[in-house]
């Protein structure tokens, strides 16, 4: 979960958009064949972001 509490502070703080205008997540799942995996969102298209935890 702390790469979602990582986001959504970076976006917080992104309201004025004169830092970074994208964030990156670190894929380390189902890398493969892949030196690594990345998503990069850009701040400015974000339209909605919905996080679903489940209890293990």
Same mark, same amino acid.
């Given at each position: #979960?702390? /790469?979602i509490e &990582?986001? *959504?502070r970076w976006y917080? &703080?992104?309201t004025d958009y004169r830092n970074? =205008?994208?964030y990156i997540i670190e894929k380390n799942y189902k890398i493969r064949?892949?030196?690594s995996r990345k998503d990069y *969102? @850009? @701040?400015d298209k974000i339209l909605q972001l919905? @996080? #679903?935890e =489940? /209890? &293990?």
């Open positions: #979960m702390n /790469e &990582d986001f *959504i917080e &703080d992104r970074e =205008h994208y064949a892949f030196a *969102i @850009v @701040v919905e @996080v #679903m =489940h /209890e &293990d």
